[in-house]
T-cell receptor, first 117, second 112 residues
Framework: AQKITQTQPGMFVQEKEAVTLDCTYD???????LFWYKQPSSGEMIFLIY??????QNATEGRYSLNFQKARKSANLVISASQLGDSAMYFC??????????????FGKGTMLLVSP | DSGVTQTPKHLITATGQRVTLRCSPR?????VYWYQQSLDQGLQFLIQ???????AKGNILERFSAQQFPDLHSELNLSSLELGDSALYFC???????????FGPGTRLTVT
C-alpha cells in the first residue's frame, strides 16, 4: 500500500479563492511528521508547512494551513486567497521515525495546482 | 533561497560514464539527504547522512554511492550511467533528524 496518497493529479482555482489539496497517509507509527512542499516550474522544492503527529492544533504558516485529521489519517493543505504565484506542483510527505534515530521522508505523487486570473 | 547549494546545476554525459554531484548543506545543518526525481518514479529517497555517518538507505542503486565529509558537504557519485538515470537529483539538509528538510535547487542529469 502506498504510504502517501494524493488523489488529485490536478486542481484549478481562481485567484483569491481558497483551495484544499488532499493527502492521506498510512503508518503504524505513533510518532511521525507530515510535510507539504511546493515545486514551481523552476524545479526547486520549497518547504511550506509541518505537522507533528502529537500536535493538537493544526499547523498554520501565513496563507497555508494544514487540516490534520489523525483518525482519518489525512493531512490536507489549505491555501487561502490563492495567488498566481501559487501555481505549482504540491507534494505531501511523511517522516516516520525508526527508533534508532534515523528517519526518511516518503513523498506522494503530487498535485498540480493551476491558479487562473 | 533555502541555503542549500548544489553543483552543477546541469550535467549532460554519456552512458557508461561516472559523475559526481556536490551538495553543501545550510549552515548548522548536520543531516544531508539525497533524492532522485524522475517522471516515472516520482521523488525517491536515496540516502541520508548525519554528521558524517550514513544513517539510512532508500532506493539507491549499487552503482551509486555517497559520502559526507568532515566539513559536512556531501557528494553523490553515479557510475556506469544508464539512460534511465536521467533525473533531477536533490540534496536536502536539516538541523536534526526530526526537523524539516530544506532542499537545494537540484542537479539535472541527462544521460545520452
Amino acid at each position: 500500500a502506498q504510504k502517501i496518497t494524493q488523489t488529485q493529479p490536478g486542481m484549478f482555482v481562481q485567484e483569491k479563492e481558497a483551495v484544499t489539496l488532499d493527502c492521506t497517509y498510512d503508518t503504524s507509527d505513533q510518532s511521525y511528521g507530515l510535510f507539504w512542499y511546493k515545486q514551481p516550474s523552476s524545479g526547486e522544492m520549497i518547504f511550506l508547512i509541518y505537522q507533528g503527529s502529537y500536535d493538537e492544533q493544526n499547523a498554520t504558516e501565513g496563507r497555508y494551513s494544514l487540516n490534520f485529521q489523525k483518525a482519518r489519517k489525512s493531512a490536507n493543505l489549505v491555501i487561502s486567497a490563492s495567488q498566481l504565484g501559487d501555481s505549482a506542483m504540491y507534494f505531501c510527505a511523511m517522516r516516520e521515525s525508526q527508533g534508532s534515530g534515523y528517519s526518511t521522508l516518503t513523498f506522494g505523487k503530487g498535485t498540480m495546482l493551476l491558479v487562473s486570473p | 533561497d533555502s541555503g542549500v547549494t548544489q553543483t552543477p546545476k546541469h550535467l549532460i554525459t554519456a552512458t557508461g560514464q561516472r559523475v559526481t554531484l556536490r551538495c553543501s548543506p545550510r549552515s548548522g545543518d548536520l543531516s544531508v539527504y539525497w533524492y532522485q526525481q524522475s517522471l516515472d518514479q516520482g521523488l525517491q529517497f536515496l540516502i541520508q547522512y548525519y554528521n558524517g555517518e550514513e544513517r539510512a538507505k532508500g532506493n539507491i542503486l549499487e552503482r551509486f554511492s555517497a559520502q559526507q565529509f568532515p566539513d559536512l558537504h556531501s557528494e553523490l557519485n553515479l557510475s556506469s550511467l544508464e539512460l534511465g538515470d536521467s533525473a533531477l537529483y536533490f540534496c536536502a539538509s536539516s538541523v536534526s533528524l526530526s526537523t524539516e528538510q530544506y532542499f537545494g535547487p537540484g542537479t539535472r542529469l541527462t544521460v545520452t
